[in-house]
């Protein structure tokens, strides 16, 4: 057989055709992923209604937003004290590191040391940002409640069960803990006086 | 380009390892493939492609839809919302679900084409008999994965269809009851079916992936058979399966794909032959649908069964139309292969063709006394082929068979 074959028209060709052919291979890749990302009904089921005023003084309610837990608490006077002086144990006190830890509606430096648009009721993302266990609600001072689960000048806040990680009653992390963040917080906004809208 | 892939030192480390330079050089680089074949021969790389989508298309679709036929608060079933979920909530369910309901039909086109071929150029006779009834094992668990895969959207046609066939096999002698008991895990079509049915239907792909597998090692161990039917001289008559017919199939692929995406994107339903009308009402086991046929690729099939005034007559016979396929290769004892030299065999073959389509048209119509007698006729014309066959090279004078290809 003899070989009068144009190589580079044939090269050409089969790149052309080759390449052609790993684009539209590529491209069939995007239907099949894409249909494992969130469905419709699973994002337009994103948001949350609440009635706050259902919380009692400082208690905790667990709630469910986009099928992740979320801590409701209605913080009292007294705790919202226990929130204040600690800055120097706390790793990110001003809730800067990253977006998951501040909203929009931080926009004075109050709201951003509560991490609440109301002081009282505290809306959080009840993950540890560790690995993703809920805490504990720990919210009384010192060892006496809950022994040596939380060190002696325990302020008050949550505790994870799961590697130990210390959270105040802002959901701000303690030094020392495996947590990198702050417990995260979401947008979300006041419909009437007590009843919030989460997400 | 496999050759400066298998240059590689990542290759050869692999090759030392598991020998697959030689498998490869065996089964593609160096697999001799006659000279001659035509684009009779695409359509078993099409098969493969198309099992291929419909696994693939499978494993995705199962990951939103919910085998039950519990009721939902909106009046429907779990199993009947998740594929309406699939359609307008998943992202690309729609076209994964079409792909999916396409690629059934698309696959039996493809199959049945790669059949006819086999019938035509004589490809089920010697040395490739074992060949021939794998893939006929395959043409069978193929169509118990689409009947089973029909239940699965719980409308009137899945429901309706599973109870006629379960039923079916009421009409064997002593143990009919307890087999249809046990196919359907109650005393009517219902819940336990669905599941039943939902766990076969994932099973019956594994097994054809197996099986497809041994149909295409005994391919290459018997190697093909061509259009003129005769043996080939190895060295002299053959190409190599790569690069030749890997790009010869990759164009059939192109021009398959064309069909195919028709359907997919502008035609779904193909009129009611792909997805039947009556199965976008949900199941109610309290009302049959007006008309009730399986889809076209059963339909053959169907009308045997129907052309019988007995139940256990038409049963047995549909069962022995399929039965039948398995000893075609020791019924015919013609010494040539190709229907290019039996001009007997040519005649009947074509006949056999046209009596399948006009079996498969008069399975999906709405049952008439004329239409029955069609279907009756079409039946006899159907096991005449079967019948005559051993006794065709008494008579029939066959052309001289070309020395070379």
């Not at chain 1, 992923?33 to 667990?62: C, H, I, N, R, W």
């Not at chain 2, 490739?128 to 193929?142: A, F, P, Y």
């Not at chain 2, 290019?340 to 709405?366: D, E, K, N, T, W």
């Not at chain 2, 069609?374 to 008494?394: D, E, R, S």
Request: glycine residues 8%.
């Amino acid at each position: 057989m003899t070989d009068h074959a144009d190589h580079s028209r044939r090269n050409f060709l089969y790149v052309a055709a080759g390449g052609l052919g790993a684009v539209a291979a590529g491209a069939t890749i995007v239907p099949f992923v894409g249909s494992m990302l969130p469905a419709a009904d699973t994002l337009a089921a994103s948001k949350t209604e609440f009635e706050v005023s259902t919380v009692a003084e400082g208690q905790l309610v667990v709630i469910q937003w986009q099928g992740k837990p979320v801590f409701i608490v209605n913080r009292t006077t007294d705790m919202l004290n226990r929130i204040q002086g600690h800055d120097d144990k706390l790793k990110d006190p001003m809730s800067q590191a990253m977006s998951d830890v501040q909203a929009d509606w931080m926009d004075t430096e109050e709201k951003r040391i509560n991490r609440s648009i109301k002081p009282e009721y505290l809306v959080l993302v009840a993950s540890c940002t560790h690995l993703g266990c809920i805490p504990l609600f720990k919210p009384t001072e010192g060892q006496k409640d809950w022994g040596d689960s939380v060190p002696a000048d325990w302020a008050g806040g949550w505790h994870c069960p799961c590697h130990g990680s210390l959270y105040d009653l802002s959901g701000r992390v303690v030094n020392g803990s495996p947590a990198p963040n702050n417990l995260h917080v979401m947008q979300y906004k006041y419909m009437t006086d007590t009843k919030v809208l989460i997400g | 380009m496999i050759e400066s892939m298998m240059k590689t030192r990542l290759f050869q480390w692999v090759d030392a390892r598991t020998d697959a330079g030689s498998i490869i050089r065996s089964q593609l680089t160096e697999y001799p493939a006659p000279r001659n074949l035509n684009y009779m021969w695409n359509f078993g790389s099409l098969a493969l492609l198309v099992l291929v989508l419909q696994i693939l298309t499978g494993i995705f679709l199962v990951m939103y839809y919910k085998p039950s036929a519990e009721m939902t608060a909106g009046g429907f079933t779990v199993a009947f919302d998740s594929i309406e979920r699939i359609m307008r909530d998943v992202n690309f369910g729609w076209l994964i679900r079409y792909m999916h309901a396409v690629g059934a039909s698309a696959f039996f086109i493809v199959v049945y084409l790669h059949i006819a071929r086999g019938l035509y150029y004589g490809s089920y006779k010697g040395p490739r008999e074992l060949l021939w009834i794998i893939g006929v094992v395959i043409l069978l668990i193929m169509q118990g994965a689409a009947f089973f895969g029909y239940l699965l959207p719980w409308g009137q046609m899945s429901f309706w269809g599973a109870t006629v066939i379960t039923n079916l096999f009421g009409a064997v002698p002593v143990i009919g009851d307890l087999i249809s008991e046990v196919l359907r895990g109650g005393f009517a079509v219902g819940d336990p079916t669905l599941n039943r049915f939902f766990s076969l239907h994932y099973l019956f792909p594994l097994l054809l992936a197996a099986i497809v597998g041994g149909h295409v090692h005994a391919l290459h161990v018997v190697h093909s058979n061509n259009p003129e039917g005769i043996d080939i001289d190895h060295e002299k008559e053959t190409i190599p399966f790569h690069p030749y017919y890997t790009i010869k199939d990759a164009f059939g692929v192109a021009v398959f794909l064309i069909p195919y995406c028709y359907f997919v994107f502008f035609n779904p339903e193909a009129w009611g032959y792909f997805i039947e009308v009556d199965n976008f009402v949900p199941a109610n086991n309290l009302q049959t649908p007006a008309h009730i046929a399986p889809v076209w690729y059963l339909t053959p099939w169907y009308t045997i069964l129907r052309s019988f005034e007995s139940k256990l007559l038409g049963v047995a016979a549909m069962g022995a139309s399929l039965a039948i396929l398995f000893v075609l290769p020791f019924l015919d004892r013609s010494k040539v292969r190709s229907a290019r030299y039996r001009p007997v065999y040519r005649q009947m073959v074509i006949l056999f063709f046209i009596s399948v389509l006009v079996l498969g048209y008069c399975g999906h119509s709405a049952p008439t006394a004329t239409l029955k007698l069609v279907g009756q006729i079409a039946t006899a014309i159907y096991f005449g082929f079967f019948l005559l066959l051993p006794f065709v090279h008494k008579f029939e004078k066959t052309k001289p068979v070309p020395e070379r290809i």
